[in-house]
């Protein structure tokens, strides 16, 4: 009987544990001295809180570089429309360099705890959506953290060449709100998101999503 208890207590610890709301820092902790969005700063930050995720924007420059910004605009410049030089030689705010997915990847990779939660970013055609996808999914892979990296994205084309390109089980979250838990999970994704306004025009959602 005692043994039987103790099994219960630590099945009801395992499951309250993987229930337990998850804390992910938006493009890394950046709200401290020195910091600011999307840094390498912002992202040790965040592994220092031991969170479960840190979350960064990826956008393609005009030569193909993949960065960590949150765009569409670096300082007085397009990202997408400029080449990586132009906006590497620009400090972000709080001096430092504009990071690359790489960089962002390496400094991840010293975190056993703080999962990288990529949002990749709306592109402006179909097919540089599709090569941006692969490529990100491409170097992941090569840096052997394809198990520690997880994606968000607004584009509908996004999750669904995530979901068409990635390995099995990888976890893809729907940001735009447009379409119903059915729907999202029929379509692969693992995650949705809706804003305020929305749960308040579909309160059935809300249990759908349950």
Not at 59 to 65: I, Q, W
Request: one cysteine or more; proline letters at 3%; a positive charge.
């Amino acid at each position: 009987m005692k043994r039987f208890i103790t099994l219960a207590m630590c099945l009801f610890v395992s499951v309250a544990t993987y229930a337990q709301t998850q804390v992910i820092a938006h493009r890394g902790y950046h709200a401290t001295k020195n910091s600011y969005d999307n840094t390498i700063s912002s992202l040790i930050n965040a592994q220092k809180l031991k969170v479960y995720g840190s979350e960064v924007d990826i956008n393609e420059t005009k030569d193909g570089k993949l960065v960590a910004v949150h765009g569409p605009n670096h300082q007085n410049y397009n990202v997408q429309n400029t080449d990586f030089a132009v906006l590497r030689a620009t400090p972000v705010h709080n001096g430092e360099k504009l990071p690359t997915l790489e960089e962002y990847l390496l400094q991840a990779k010293k975190s056993k705890k703080t999962k990288l939660i990529i949002e990749i970013k709306s592109h402006n055609t179909p097919e540089r959506e599709t090569r941006v996808v692969k490529k990100i999914l491409d170097e992941v892979k090569r840096l052997k953290m394809t198990k520690h990296v997880e994606y968000i994205a607004f584009s509908k084309h996004v999750c669904d060449e995530v979901v068409k390109y990635a390995p099995k089980k990888t976890k893809i979250a729907y940001l735009n709100g447009d379409l119903t838990p059915q729907q999202c999970k029929e379509n692969g994704y693992t995650g949705i998101d809706y804003n305020f306004g929305t749960m308040k025009k579909h309160p059935e959602w809300i249990q759908q999503s349950h």
